[in-house]
Structure formats: C-alpha cells, structure tokens
C-alpha cells in the first residue's frame, strides 16, 4: 500500500524565509566638492535581470535646502534637472523632472511618488544604510525586506482548531552596494 501524499503540507523553513545576500546593482561614485556644489561621475553596473552599464555625470548644490540636481547621461544622450524628494507625508515622497534626449529629438517631463513602504499584499521596506569608512570615502547599502508577520490564532468550542500558527513569510535582499570617493576641499 502506498503512503497518501498530503496536499497540506507545510512550507518549508526555506520556502518562507529568503535572504539574498548577491546584490544585483554595484555603483562607484566618485565626487568632488568645490565652492558649494558637488560634481560627480557615478558608474553603475547591473546584472540583474541582464548585464547592463549606465555612466552619469551630475552636479548639484550642496546646501541642506537644496532643491535641485542636474544629470547627464553621456551613453544615452539624456540630459535631465530633478527636484529634490518633496516629503507629501512622513512616508510618501514626490520627485519631478525634466528632461531632453538628444537621441529621441525629445523633450519632456516625468514624476515619481516613492515610499518606503508598499508591496503586493505583503509589506515592504526599502532602506539605504550608509556606512563612513574613513573620511572621503562611503559605503552605501540598499536592501530590501518584503515580510508577512506571523499570526498565532486560536479557538475553544467553535471547531476550529485551538491552536494555529502561520509563520509568516520573509524575503531580504541586498540589492545595491555603493562606493562613494568623496574629495572635499576641506575635511
């Protein structure tokens, strides 16, 4: 006779807690403060979901009220101005832009609402953690955490079982890895 194969089983400890380790996108920035504004080349590398390289070279202010930065994309021929993130709520931001693309002939504008929250049906973080390793010169983590809590319930007399656990559900990645040379005029 042969053992019947439950339907029901479990997720395994594997299935519901992923932690990728491999980020997906390595840039090395280098920038140069002068006389208040920050010139920087930032090459950027992809390998996921293809291997791919962007070059950008951008200038923008320094002080904390900052509300601009100016890019230039040398590879693609686009040239953009975006405002700086205008907080809406404590944790939903605006971002505009416009922009020209001489490949395209094409000039125009565009927006982003970001959160560090969001998800399809689970919950997500996305965070940047910056570490100094010595004056001049940062590393700049970007992960991300998508996580369903677990939930213990419970029943007596309903016929429902008296004691249920769902383990929740966790997936972490480390996606980017920076390395930002910082050259100041003065430390």
């Known amino acids: 006779m042969e053992p019947s194969l439950n339907s029901e089983e479990p997720p395994s400890w594997d299935e519901l807690y992923n932690i990728n380790l491999v980020p997906s996108e390595l840039f090395f920035k280098f920038r140069k403060e002068h006389q208040g504004f920050r010139f920087g080349v930032n090459l950027e590398f992809y390998n996921a979901p293809s291997n791919d390289f962007l070059a950008k070279l951008v200038l923008k202010?320094?002080?904390?009220?900052?509300?601009?930065?100016?890019?230039?994309?040398?590879?693609?021929?686009?040239?953009?101005?975006?405002?700086?993130?205008?907080?809406?709520?404590?944790?939903?931001?605006?971002?505009?832009?416009?922009?020209?693309?001489?490949?395209?002939?094409?000039?125009?504008?565009?927006?982003?609402?970001?959160?560090?929250?969001?998800?399809?049906?689970?919950?997500?973080?996305?965070?940047?953690?910056?570490?100094?390793?010595?004056?001049?010169?940062?590393?700049?983590?970007?992960?991300?955490?998508?996580?369903?809590?677990?939930e213990i319930t419970g029943a007596v007399g309903s016929g429902e079982p008296l004691f249920n656990l769902n383990s929740g559900k966790l997936e972490a990645s480390l996606d980017r890895i920076e390395a930002i040379l910082t050259h100041r005029d003065t430390y």
């Open 61 to 150: 202010p320094l002080s904390p009220d900052r509300k601009w930065k100016f890019i230039y994309e040398p590879i693609h021929s686009d040239i953009r101005v975006l405002s700086k993130k205008i907080p809406i709520t404590k944790f939903l931001n605006l971002q505009v832009g416009v922009g020209h693309s001489f490949q395209l002939r094409a000039t125009g504008w565009k927006w982003k609402l970001t959160t560090c929250f969001g998800g399809d049906g689970m919950s997500r973080i996305r965070n940047k953690t910056s570490l100094g390793l010595f004056p001049g010169m940062d590393l700049r983590l970007g992960w991300r955490a998508d996580y369903v809590l677990p």
